[in-house]
């Protein structure tokens, strides 16, 4: 029993001494190691000796057992050869700010990691600072996880806050609630839903953090009243779903990877997307968005930016795009010669003028509703359209059955009323509807109205030969129909004129020029009457064997007396002016003779 107390002393006594021997200094330096189970930490402060043999080393019989390596962050350099051939080593953790401060061992021979294939070593480093070692030896060459993060700060719901998260499979994360209360989450591969329930406050950050192992790949948060997302520490991250947070801000720039992006229904003024090339699917409706830049994003498939105050949309480097949905912006044009692959587009309620695509051969649904001022819409004869809508657009009768000839029967033809803009006309003057009098064989209908009464034909208006003329003045509509053309019974085709009649605008001929004297063999004359409407003033000769007349200039052909006579016709707006009389005199040229002598002769 003796001997038992005497051995357990003993062994006592060579642990503590172990234990203190485990934790000495390194030679004569400031700083110490300890090496327990494996893992080798050195502490204290200043530069580690360089260890010209590797049995310098006070680990030198262990080095093959060390499995990790902790340096401690006052360590300022980091001894030559100090972990050369430790072969097992799987992890170092260093903790500088700023690792180009920091000597350690290069040159082969004698670097710090001699023998070590430390690219299969994984290097610990702070949050933050990945970059720094990377672009620092001997740091570079090491294994470099990058701990991805996402942090939100939101306002407390009364049921329970909560986001849909997706990892790599299997993985841990760990949500910070802000609240004090911290829990790992493991499996989120799927798509997990992760939820809270906070007690009391108001605002909260939220910190989403994956281990070294685990990437961040998709977010979904939605309904919150989110202040700010930062998702620049998940550089991972192919997928996120930000829609409905009241969102004032988003920056995307460290999130390259990011294919599918939802960030509706916030009040963001801008978005930047230069630096998220990978962009497959983009989702920016209802926002406040006045420009938005894709040129960089060429493998674009699926864009939906409605509702907006866009006034322009350059796509001509996104010849991927199938779907854009541009509905309810200030859009004036919209160019998609280079959207070949397009086969869905909704441009409704926006102010286009013109819309072309004939070179949109793929295009099965076209929506133009509701473009006041449309008045040209040029379809493919190629494209197979199952769907065309154009409703309340600017469309003239001919246009809708031109458009009507290239969808298919069995498609849908949603072409109905269109407006055209009120147009203010003279009375009795001739409007030009030859080109929709008739469409095909059919002749086109019109229903007229003055002051939203029936208006009567042959005393309120004419309608010959696809000329129409109103005959009183007043407010009048036109309705333009044709069975020709093919539409929805729901949406039958028609155009709707309106026309304000008034009466010419007088206007008279201003023509002081003096005509009087004028003598045969003169110079030509320019004419310079003048017109108060500013139209185009014609002149008459009554005697063209004194002067003739062409456009502005008379020429004088003979002696005698012509009466010129300045016209202006009017037009749609301006009646006839009073004609204006001048008198032009032309006088004999007197005979002079030369070249002969007349002498005296007695008879």
């Known amino acids: 029993m003796k001997m038992k107390q005497i051995l357990f002393c003993l062994l006592m006594l060579v642990g503590t001494v172990t234990a203190k021997a485990a934790s000495q200094p390194i030679g004569t330096s400031t700083t110490n190691w300890e090496l327990v189970n494996g893992v080798l930490t050195i502490s204290g402060t200043g530069d580690m000796p360089n260890f010209a043999a590797l049995s310098e080393r006070p680990w030198h019989s262990n080095a093959s057992t060390i499995t990790s390596v902790v340096i401690g ?3 300022t350099r980091v001894g ?55 672009a620092t030896e001997p740091w570079m060459n090491f294994n470099i996880p990058v701990i991805q993060t996402i942090s939100f700060t939101w306002e407390k719901s009364n049921f329970f806050n909560g986001f849909v998260l997706k990892a790599t499979n299997g993985k841990t994360i760990t949500v910070d609630w802000g ?32 281990g070294a192992d685990c990437d961040l790949t998709e977010l979904s948060i939605s ?10 520490g998940a550089a991972k991250l192919t997928t996120l779903n ?7 801000s988003l920056d995307l720039t ?33 926002n406040q968005l006045t420009s938005l830049d894709l040129i960089a ?21 996104n010849t991927a795009l199938t779907t854009i949905d541009c509905n309810s912006n200030q859009l004036t044009s919209l160019v998609l010669t280079a959207n070949t692959a397009l086969t869905t587009l909704n441009c409704n309620s926006n102010q286009l003028t013109s819309l072309d695509l004939t070179a949109n051969t793929s295009l099965t649904s076209v929506k133009c509703s509701a473009n006041q001022l449309l008045a040209s819409l040029s379809l493919s004869d190629d494209a197979n359209y199952s769907e065309v809508s154009c409703l309340m657009d600017a469309l003239t009768l001919d246009k809708l059955y031109a458009i009507s000839g290239l969808i298919p029967t069995q498609a849908y033809k949603f072409l109905g009323t269109q407006t055209l803009p009120n147009q203010t006309v003279s009375k009795n003057s001739a409007i030009d509807l030859t080109s929709v009098a008739t469409l095909g064989d059919v002749t086109t209908v019109l229903s007229v109205k003055k002051d939203d009464a029936a208006a009567v034909e042959g005393t309120d208006y004419s309608f010959t030969a696809g000329m129409l003329t109103f005959q009183t003045t007043g407010s009048f509509s036109v309705e333009m129909t044709n069975t020709a053309i093919e539409s929805n019974v729901y949406y039958p085709a028609k155009v709707v004129a309106t026309y304000t009649v008034t009466e010419k605008t007088a206007q008279t001929i201003t023509w002081s020029q003096s005509l009087s004297a004028a003598t045969y063999g003169d110079n030509t004359i320019t004419l310079n009457a003048t017109a108060g409407s500013g139209l185009a003033v014609t002149y008459e000769s009554d005697d063209t064997s004194v002067a003739t007349i062409s456009g502005s200039t008379l020429t004088i052909v003979g002696a005698g007396s012509a009466k010129i006579t300045a016209k202006q016709a009017g037009d749609n707006t301006y009646a006839a002016a009073p004609d204006v009389e001048l008198t032009l005199t032309v006088a004999k040229k007197a005979l002079t003779v030369t070249g002969m002598t007349i002498a005296d002769k007695e008879y």
């Open 179 to 210: 609240d004090g209360v911290s829990e790992p989450k493991t499996g989120a591969g799927g798509g997990e839903n992760i939820t809270h329930i906070y007690s009391s406050g108001s605002n909260y950050t939220v910190t989403i953090t994956a």
């Open 242 to 248: 930000c829609s409905s947070i009241q969102l004032t």
């Open 297 to 317: 994003n060429t493998a674009l498939t699926t864009l939906n930016c409605s509702s907006n105050l866009l006034t322009s949309l350059g796509l001509t480097a």
């Open 254 to 286: 460290a999130n390259t990877a990011l294919t599918t992006l939802n960030c509706s229904y916030n009040p963001l003024t801008s978005l930047d997307l230069t630096a998220n090339t990978a962009l497959i699917t983009l989702n920016c409706s209802f």
């Open 73 to 75: 962050n006052d360590i």
């Open 223 to 232: 309904g919150f009243m989110v202040h700010s997302l930062d998702v620049s």
């Open 80 to 134: 030559g050869n100090a972990f050369s051939s430790c072969t097992s080593l799987t992890d170092v953790t260093v903790n500088w700010a700023d690792p180009s401060t920091i000597a350690c061992g290069t040159t082969p021979g004698t670097s710090s990691f001699e023998g070590v294939t430390v690219a299969n070593v994984t290097l610990h480093v702070p949050s933050g600072t990945e970059a720094a070692y990377k």
